[in-house]
C-alpha cells in the first residue's frame, strides 16, 4: 500500500534552517511528484510547492521563494523539503503527499512538527 | 493567483443532519476541484476530487457537486465520524494549488 513516512519533530531557533524528509513506498516513485503543504497551529493548509521526481523539475509558491528548495533522492524514494532563515511564523506541521499534475493530493505523509523559539 | 473562500467557518449540526459547505473560486477552475476532511492531528484525507467524483472508500453519504467557480461539498445525513475540519483546494495548476480555509463541523 502507499505510504508516505516523514521524519521527526523538529525545535529550531530564529534564523536556522529545517530539513524534513519524506520517504515513499508502495507505488513507483518517479511516476509521480511529491507537493509540501504547511499547516501553522490552528490555521488552515499552505502550498509550498513540488517536485517533478521524473526530471527534478521544481515549483515553488511566490511566498516561499528564496526560502525554500525541494529535492529528492530517488534511489532511496525519499523527498526532502528544507526551509532557511526560520521565524516564529514558520512554526507548523508539514506535511508531504503524492502530486500528480491535475490530480488531487491523494496520499499523505503523517506530518512534520517544526517549532521555532528562541 | 485562484483564492478559494469556503463558508461557512464553523457549521454546528446533530447526528443524521443534511450538512452544505460552500467554496467559491476567484477565477473559473472548470471542476479542478477536491474536498479533503482533517481531524485533530491528523494528515487532510481525499473524499472527493473531480468536483463530484468519490475516493475510494470514501462512505456514499459525502457528495459534490458544481463547476466553475462555485461548489458545493454535501454530508446526506451527519455520523459521529463526520464531525471534523473540511478543505477545498483547486488544481488547476501546479504553479500554485491554493486551498479555502476550512469549514469546522461541530456537534450541536
Known amino acids: 500500500q502507499v505510504q508516505l513516512v516523514q521524519s521527526g519533530a523538529e525545535v529550531k531557533k530564529p534564523g536556522a534552517s529545517v530539513k524534513v524528509s519524506c520517504k515513499a513506498s508502495?507505488?513507483?516513485?518517479?511516476?509521480?511528484?511529491i507537493s509540501w503543504v504547511r499547516q501553522a497551529p490552528g490555521q488552515g493548509l499552505e502550498y509550498m510547492g513540488w517536485i517533478r521526481l521524473y526530471n527534478g523539475y521544481t515549483d515553488y509558491a511566490q511566498t516561499l521563494q528564496g526560502r525554500v528548495t525541494i529535492t529528492a533522492d530517488t534511489s532511496t524514494s525519499t523527498a526532502y523539503m528544507e526551509l532557511r532563515s526560520l521565524t516564529s511564523d514558520d512554526t507548523a506541521v508539514y506535511y508531504c503527499?503524492?502530486?500528480?499534475?491535475?490530480?488531487?493530493?491523494?496520499?499523505w505523509g503523517q506530518g512534520t512538527l517544526v517549532t521555532v523559539s528562541s | 493567483d485562484i483564492q478559494m473562500t469556503q463558508s461557512p467557518s464553523t457549521l454546528s449540526a446533530s447526528v443524521g443532519d443534511r450538512v452544505t459547505v460552500t467554496c467559491r473560486a476567484s477565477?473559473?477552475?472548470?471542476?479542478?476541484l477536491a474536498w479533503y476532511q482533517q481531524k485533530p492531528g491528523k494528515a487532510p484525507k481525499l473524499l472527493i476530487y473531480?468536483?463530484?467524483s468519490l475516493e475510494s472508500g470514501v462512505p456514499s453519504r459525502f457528495s459534490g457537486s458544481g463547476s466553475g467557480t462555485e461548489f458545493t461539498l454535501t454530508i446526506s445525513s451527519l455520523q459521529p465520524d463526520d464531525f471534523a475540519t473540511y478543505f477545498c483546494?483547486?488544481?488547476?495548476?501546479?504553479?500554485?494549488?491554493?486551498f479555502g480555509g476550512g469549514t469546522k463541523v461541530e456537534i450541536k
Open positions: 483546494q483547486q488544481y488547476t495548476t501546479y504553479s500554485l494549488l491554493t
Open positions: 508502495g507505488y513507483t516513485f518517479t511516476n509521480y511528484g
Open positions: 473531480k468536483a463530484s
Open positions: 477565477h473559473s477552475i472548470s471542476t479542478w
Open positions: 503527499a503524492r502530486a500528480e499534475p491535475l490530480r488531487p493530493l491523494d496520499y
